[in-house]
């Protein structure tokens, strides 16, 4: 075994001789320096280098019975890399010359010998033995070392030929690292190399350091990134600045990184954060969206109250208007889910049980009913087009995820679908699932130590180009034909992906297909269900449901509505009238707590969320001071519901006069 020397630890040497006066002298010359092992014979001798393998030094006498000292040192070479002292006598000259030429030992000394000379001698025998040893030490580690680096290392000679290179370098010349040593790099690399050779052996013949990033076809045909850097190992100057001149100065060292998986990963944070800043963007537009679209609705159901249009023309107007703010609403709708979805019922998934479904469905050319309800009028046409779609499910199960189910099958369903549109003439749609490792650069808290189940959309059409796969994910952005599509789909799944702490992958050439990947965090398999209760986001129940078991409206109740949107608080005023309330207005937070302070018949306080200065949650908090037994109803046209208290009721704008009122009366009768 090789191991470095201890500084502190005597060297051991082995004396072998026939003679017990020898051996006496020899240890009594030698023990103050050195720990001492003695043998009477060669046979001896050789158990003792068995059991003994840091033997540092071998002195023997050459004329032993049985086997003599040239015999001996030659079958200890075999087994030590001990320096060899042979004494001899002047009759015994030509087997020590013999030995000598033989390298089998480093000194000889004659009987009876001199003890400053031969102290010397194993003096220096135990040097060199413990300075090859420190060497093959270093080499075993440097071997380890570049054998196993993350990259590839090369070391030429000053003619370019390769001297040492690891294996990851070997592999990409698509050879063993042993037949590339000797071998000049131009012969083994192909023309997308060699311009790059020429260009870097300009520079570093002008002593610059050259580097490059280049993309490259691998031996399996991949085309990956890599960081190619080249130097001289003379290229560093010395303390005054002056390049240094030595035997190794025209040597050079090349280093090849693949960094694919490092700038995919850079181009992922730029994605996440440019698609962070849209979905801001995104949110904002749509809450004032929505503020202009319960006003607009609103409005238009107050005044076909107030005065119903008598002629049937001017009835399908206010109709089609109202259709139409209602479309409006939806398309928000999708918006803010991009940004923040917010009607997701997580629960424990498991992804293979999700495909085969879908693979059932798919081939009967149905859609399931839970997608009915997802898709809505647009059903009945997904039915139409969704053929023969080829599912690759392994046998043996993979890990749950924590997901809501339905918005999963939305989002296979949506892109085989888009898969179908990149095809025009047809062609191969493949859906598959996998369990991959961590995903690198990214850390998660997923209770399968970073386990991932990637589900892969696949399809073989018209592709897309850089530009447009580093758009996709935006809102309203589009690669079909104008009427055929909002630009939200993708958007969406981007945006449930990304809430359950996942990510999409897309890879595309055009005219080659697109790949479409959706990564989610792995659970053990033995969480209970409870313990991930804090992702869940419960969608609200239906308020046509709730409106069916309510009491009807009652008069003299006194109600507070809030709301910084005049628009707004005058249509939600109207409508509470218009149903037999008393109302009381207040456009921001500390005017409605004067008013719960001064006003105690107030029932019920309708209350916007996202307001200047005092938002709607400090303000229903500090009203829960004055009145705890006050409550609230919230409004909102954007907000994230866990920045509200648990258990609260949230009416999302645009509103209905029967969706507010539904709940109005739920929480007067509660």
Known sequence: MITLPEPDRKAVVLVVDDELEIL????????????????????????????NPDVAVIISDQRMPHMTGDAFLARARMVSSAGAILLTGYADISAVEAALNQGKISFFAYKPWDDETLLSMVAQAAGRYELEKELACEQRLLRGLLDNLPFGLAFKDEKGRFIRLNQQMAAQFGRPAEACIGQKEETLIDAERLQSLKEAEAALASGARDQ???????????????DLTRMKLGGAPDDAGQPRKDELADYSILIDRDVTDLLNLEQRLRQAQKMQAIGTLAGGVAHDFNNLLTAIMGSLELVMDLEPPKEPGVARLFHNAIEAARRGGALTQKLLDFSRPRHLSCQQVEVGQILRDLQSFMVRGQVPDDLQTALGANSEEAASRIGSVQFDIPDEALPPVWTDAVQLELAIFNLCINAQDAQPDG???????????????????????GAWVVVQVMDRGVGMTEEMQARIFDPFFTTKDIGKGTGLGLSMIYGFINHCGGEVRVESVPGGGTSIELWLPAMATDVNAEDSSSSVVTPLPAQQERAATLPPVGDGRLILVVDDETGVRSVTSGFLRRAGYEVLEASSGAEALAMVEGRPEISLVVMDVMMPGMNGDEAARRIHVLRPDLRVLFVTGYTDLG?????????HKPYTRDALLGDVRAMLAA
């Open 24 to 51: 006496v002298a020899l240890a009594d010359l030698l023990e103050d320096t050195y720990d001492v092992l003695s043998a009477s014979s060669g046979e001896q001798g050789l158990a003792l280098l068995q059991q």
């Open 212 to 226: 490059q990033v280049l993309r490259l076809t691998s031996p399996d045909g991949q085309a990956r990134w890599h």
């Open 427 to 449: 062609g191969t749609i493949s859906v598959s699932v996998r369990k991959a490792a961590r995903l690198l650069g990214r850390s998660t808290t997923a209770a399968a130590g």
């Open 643 to 651: 920045l509200l208290p648990a258990g609260v009721t949230v009416l």
